[in-house]
């Protein structure tokens, strides 16, 4: 897959995106728990599900809705950026369960932009996670490292 033809530069606060959608299956969630050992009754037991005061069901780990908002964000976002790298997450709520056949998409505005050196500059996102009912099921404060157009230049110039 190709780069992005974006710099820091040619993003705004203010500027929105919306990702497309992605439905949850039983599936994913068995092999996420399978991947990382994970093995609370939240995730696994429909029944102990049924008696918790909050559950309506068997519902995905929240670091796996993380993971699609994180995928969400490179489909709309990054990808249309240069040279970029994930700077992590300020801040991450799980505001409501996501349970299998619930479709979730992001919603991603960006809240700040701020030069970090000569070469880089940082995008702050905030990103939510939305089902299909139009609740949010999670927030993400996310951190994004950009080059910056100049020292793009200098590097070509460097080259040739």
Not at 31 to 54: F, S
Not at 73 to 88: C, D, P, R
């Amino acid at each position: 897959m190709s780069r992005g033809t974006l710099f820091f530069e040619d993003f705004a606060v203010g500027q929105r995106f919306t990702s497309g959608g992605r439905t949850v299956t039983d599936a994913d969630i068995r092999l996420y728990l399978g991947a990382t050992g994970t093995a609370h009754p939240n995730h696994t037991d429909e029944e102990y599900c049924r008696r918790h005061p909050i559950l309506e069901g068997v519902c995905a780990p929240g670091v796996l809705v993380l993971g699609l908002v994180d995928a969400f964000i490179a489909e709309t976002v990054t990808q249309q950026m240069t040279s970029s790298m994930n700077y992590g997450h300020d801040k991450v709520r799980y505001v409501r369960p996501v349970y299998t056949r619930d479709t979730v998409h992001a919603e991603i505005e960006i809240v700040e932009c701020a030069p970090r050196d000569e070469e880089w500059g940082l995008v702050k996102l905030e990103a939510r996670a939305v089902n299909q009912r139009g609740e949010a099921v999670l927030f993400d404060a996310h951190v994004i490292v950009v080059q910056r157009r100049l020292a793009a230049l200098d590097s070509i110039e460097q080259v040739g």
